[in-house]
Nanobody
């Protein structure tokens, strides 16, 4: 059974940084596409970034140049490094494994506020 566990969220001031982690168990993560999504209150869930099995990455326009997705194959973990955070980045961030699957983590709250 696939399990995804996110960590690293919290409260940060505007301009600050956070690194989210998503630890995967039950499967070999890097053979799948791994994505980070976020959902802000009252808004639809949106794709933030993903990394393919080949290591290619893609980002939403709103986070390009500020966020970086990466993975540690040995640790079976994917990361989201977030810099220059703004209040508009406040959301619950969740990781997702695969394409069209229901493999989601429980989410971690990121709050950007002064």
């Amino acid at each position: 059974q696939v399990q995804l566990v996110e960590s690293g969220g919290g409260l940060v001031h505007p301009g600050g940084s956070l690194r989210l982690s998503c630890a995967c168990s039950g499967t070999i993560m890097h053979i799948f596409r791994m994505g980070w999504y976020r959902q802000a209150p009252g808004k639809e869930r949106e794709l933030v970034a993903y990394i393919t099995s080949d290591g290619l990455t893609n980002y939403a326009d709103s986070v390009k140049g500020r966020f970086t997705i990466s993975r540690d194959i040995a640790k079976n973990t994917v990361y989201l490094q977030m810099t220059n955070l703004t209040p508009e980045d406040t959301a619950v961030y969740s990781c997702h494994l695969g394409t069209g699957t229901n493999n989601w983590g429980q989410g971690t709250q990121v709050t950007v506020s002064s």
